[in-house]
């Protein structure tokens, strides 16, 4: 399955670590959230890593990172999903 730039998504809800705390994360209520809270946003980039702490995460996560004020000052928001289980976030 591929997904297109600015193609719709159904909502989904997944276990989510966010500041130490396991918690659920919904697309639809995330959007809502920032549409809300956010008069800048624009969009979001989603994108997927295999695991914590492989190499490729920790390049692509560091990339972010490095980049986030940008994004953010561009009204995009970075959301990651990995199919790792949230208990090894610790």
Do not use: H, W
């Not at 697309?27 to 549409?35: D, H, I, P």
């Not at 914590?52 to 009204?75: H, M, P, R, W």
């Amino acid at each position: 399955m591929s997904i297109q730039i600015n193609q719709k998504l159904d909502d989904f809800t997944l276990p989510s670590v966010k500041q130490q705390e396991i918690s659920e994360f919904s697309l639809y209520e995330f959007l809502r959230q920032q549409q809300s809270q956010n008069a800048d946003f624009k969009g979001f980039v989603l994108f997927f890593y295999p695991k914590d702490q492989s190499k490729c995460c920790i390049t692509e996560v560091q990339s972010f990172a490095a980049l986030y004020a940008d994004f953010l000052q561009n009204g995009v928001e970075i959301v990651g999903i990995s199919r790792d289980s949230v208990n090894n976030r610790f």
